[in-house]
């Protein structure tokens, strides 16, 4: 099988080749300005104090709920293939 190992040697290649060229497709990194101009800050007005909102009440507790476990549906025992007819 002379082609499954001349498939993995175009891969390689391939992979190589991509490696080689893969600087060229890199971002450039971001201008300098000219050292001839002057770089003047530009003058921000500082943000307003944060003022917390005020705190509203929240909804009024719901009434405690009895969650108990005998009162949900038995999966202990599977469901019968066949239906029973005399069952209420």
Request: aromatic fraction near 6%; hydrophobic fraction near 30%; glycine fraction near 6%.
């Amino acid at each position: 099988m002379k082609s499954g190992r001349s498939m993995y040697g175009i891969s390689a290649l391939l992979v190589i080749a991509s490696l080689i060229v893969s600087p060229v497709y890199a971002q450039n990194q971001p201008a300098q300005a000219p050292e001839g101009q002057d770089q003047t800050p530009i003058q921000q007005t500082p943000p307003p104090e944060y003022q917390p909102p005020q705190i509203a009440p929240g909804p009024p507790e719901s009434p405690s709920r009895n969650l108990e476990l005998t009162k949900g549906g038995d999966y202990s025992k599977s469901n019968s293939l066949f239906p029973n007819f005399v069952a209420p």
